[in-house]
């Protein structure tokens, strides 16, 4: 079974990070999430806070972050999602930076969608094709090959837009972790409008 | 500002009820969750416990249920979600029963989603177009004008089918409370791919 690990922060989108999960947990990927506190946050605590959201809503987070417990060794796949103010905090994390770089070594998939994309930019990533949310664009555009389509895939970096992109992330996440049958045996029972996802 | 009480349970679908949360707030409608106990289990804390949704993600609700605080005067917009589990909690719940027939009978807007849909009928709501889950299509095909589109709005009762239409489902009641403009303004930002919700 593989094994995600979806970083959530405080003022993380939780819808991006809520349709990632659940879609994911659906395809039969082991989900866990981890908890990146702000810089001078206490994070003496055995265990995590509540996440609040960018809009309100307060998810309990699996565990806390941390080098040690996050690794490519793990997890198949490292999660960073957007909303301005998570995705600064997770973005701005050296540790995070680190793992990101390590998981991409190793072959494993990191995803980041909306503003979480400026993790990219932050780990130093080398210069390849690359989506974000467009309030974030100007901060990427010089140093990847940008691009505005839904889902960007490159190697086993895979990039994305925003809430309203956040299916077909997910979907393409199941499709390259479980492959194309498991894609369609998850979408069928989520009831896409047609034309859209599905 | 329009006002919505969206209803959660253990075993709620958690993006259900994140992306209707999340996306009403980003309309400017103010937001609350009430917990809806299961039946027997303890309800005497002053504090709600965290819902655990179908997925495992665990949300901190921001009131408990109560037939006196979650009144059509206090609210526009009742909200039940989806998720088998959480739904049979919901939708058996006599006093839940009681206010959407309230909500309706006020004028006041109610919102099934999913398995959530099935509160109509146990609300004992009179015959008109509805949709579900496929899931439970069985269940309300013979009470109802069962609809296999992805939202349906009869007078102000609006449904809809699973996580993959809880954005129209969303940006519906969005423009049902506050004007196609605002739904407009809303799903820009959110992004979504082309020719899909926006």
Redesign the interface.
Known sequence: MPKACILIADGT???EF??T???L??AGVS?A?AYVAAEGADASSTSPP?AR????????PDMFFSPQDCTPDKFDLLVVPGGATGAATIAGSAPVQHLVRRFLEEGKFVGMICAGSLAAKTAGLPKQPLTS???VKSELEKEFEYSEE?VVVSGTLVTS?????T??FALTLVELLCGADRRSEV?G?????P????
Do not use: K, Q, W
């Open positions: 989108e939780e819808m809520t349709i999960y659940d879609t947990v659906r989900c999430s509540f959201g960018s809009r309100g809503i307060n998810i309990l949310h467009p309030s839904p837009r925003g809430p309203g992109t299916f077909p979408a029972p989520m009831v896409f409008p034309h859209t996802f599905a």
